[in-house]
């Protein structure tokens, strides 16, 4: 299991991605993957799964278990939508409607997890 991101270094991380025209990868990457620690905190389980590439992967939300295969239930976008959408900068139904969060299956709506107000 990785390491846990504290809130000191994920908070950072967040700052130097929102002051950064071009943020810094490692940044992106902690930023990302301290969102996704917040979702897992708030809403665990392994019905649906959340990717964001190339950072990470987390399974959250209660309800049935799938452990083999494409998993019904996937939320995907890339790592500045997610940051958006986490911090409350973009809403779960703009994301959806424009095409940058691709979600699939019957559990993949997080409307009512987001924002997380890191």
Known sequence: MPRAITTEVG??????VRDAENPARPDLATAVRYLL?????????NTVEV???PFGAVQVVQGPRHTRGTPPNVVETDATTWI?????????????????VHASGSRADLANLLPLNP
């Open 51 to 53: 990717r964001i590439p």
């Open 84 to 100: 958006a959408l986490a911090t409350g900068a973009e809403t779960w139904p703009d994301a959806v409607a424009s095409g940058r």
């Open 37 to 45: 620690q917040l979702l897992t905190e708030k809403a665990p389980g």
């Open 11 to 16: 908070r950072a991380a967040l700052a130097a």
